[in-house]
């Protein structure tokens, strides 16, 4: 009944402040103006991370009896604080990269200063140890990493809040199964704080999430990938494929935009998502066959965890083979549409 109150808590007052801010007069408010690199066609408020906020805040404090003896979780608040003032100024000011990143990193500093790092490298049947210093700096750069690729993928109406629906979900049934409540109840916060934003934010949006949201929504992500891999209750690279979807598409982007000279910080319209919108898929139907993938990564993580040897294997093979073909099919796409346009 608890995990029930604590839920309907973060979901109701994420969902009315996501209503509220998406009135254009509410003095909080940024518009996101539509420019050559946009999907949308017409300004939106991105101002929904705070309502995100609101609902993380509200569900704490009914879940505070379960979650105050938990230590970590100060600090990835800590984090999560600076992380959020500096993502809500760079929604007003538009900050310079070098500023935004100091930030990424000072709240990656705090997520990690309790002892959260990754101290080995696990995949199926095998186990090896890593000396303190690159484990710590793989771990820093995880969560910069996980912090950015949301800000990428957070370009379409109801993409980045159905992934944290989806992986947090995932993240807390895990964490409830493996008899961790603390972690489940923090995977259930996250994930009901997400609903109730995109229950505003499914296509057709009325309010995006702005920086302050997909910022906050990817420390989150990297806290938890890490806190999960720290108490032993999954692997690492079970966190990585939980947003998977988000992982794969921003990093192989970002992978070839560098390989063609591009500035990787520099907006565009190259991430698969955005190609399959700009094919004629639209937001919904895009976003739907999106979730349907994120669901089918999900419900493999919550098999893989307590899975044999093999059948881990089979599970990653099969996915990396799974993204190769639908990276192949977006160009077929492709060629299609252009074929029809040349004809």
């Known amino acids: 009944m608890r995990l029930l109150i604590i839920a309907t808590a973060a979901f109701s007052m994420s969902a009315g402040m996501s209503l509220l801010l998406a009135r254009w007069r509410s003095p909080l408010n940024v518009l996101d103006l539509p420019n050559e690199r946009s999907l949308h066609t017409r300004p939106v408020p991105r101002t929904g991370g705070l309502a995100i906020l609101a609902g993380l805040i509200a569900g704490s404090v009914v879940a505070y009896p379960i979650l105050s003896g938990v230590q970590q979780l100060a600090w990835v608040v800590s984090g999560a604080g600076v992380l959020a003032a500096g993502s809500y100024l760079d929604d007003h000011f538009d900050l310079p990269v070098v500023t935004r990143l100091v930030v990424h990193f000072a709240a990656a500093g705090l997520l990690l200063y309790p002892g959260l790092s990754l101290c080995c490298a696990e995949m199926p049947g095998a186990t090896w140890g890593l000396p303190g210093a690159i484990g710590y700096s793989f771990s820093m750069l995880f969560a910069v990493w996980m912090i950015n690729l949301y800000n990428f993928m957070d370009g379409m109406d109801g993409f980045a809040g159905g992934m944290a629906v989806a992986g947090f979900s995932g993240l807390a049934l895990i964490g409830w199964l493996q008899g961790h409540i603390s972690f489940a109840v923090v995977g259930l916060l996250v994930a009901s704080?997400?609903?109730?934003?995109?229950?505003?934010?499914?296509?057709?949006?009325?309010?995006?999430?702005?920086?302050?949201?997909?910022?906050?929504?990817?420390l989150l992500a990297a806290a938890m990938s890490l806190w999960g891999a720290h108490e032993g209750i999954f692997p690492f690279w079970v966190a990585v494929l939980v947003f998977s979807p988000f992982i794969v598409d921003a990093t192989v982007t970002l992978a070839k935009r560098l390989a063609r000279g591009e500035k990787a910080w520099e907006a565009h319209r190259s991430h698969y998502y955005q190609r399959l919108v700009q094919v004629g898929w639209g937001h919904r139907r895009t976003v739907l066959w999106e979730y349907a993938l994120m669901l089918g990564v999900v419900a493999s993580a919550v098999v893989a965890v307590d899975a044999g040897v093999w059948l881990q294997w089979v599970i990653i093979t099969a996915w990396a083979a799974t993204y190769v073909i639908l990276a192949a099919g977006v160009m077929r796409l492709e060629a299609r549409t252009q074929g029809r346009g040349s004809g």
Not at 193 to 205: D, E, K, R, T, W
Not at 212 to 218: A, F, I, M, T, Y
């Open 193 to 218: 704080a997400a609903g109730g934003f995109l229950s505003v934010n499914f296509p057709p949006a009325r309010i995006f999430m702005g920086d302050v949201g997909s910022s906050l929504l990817g």
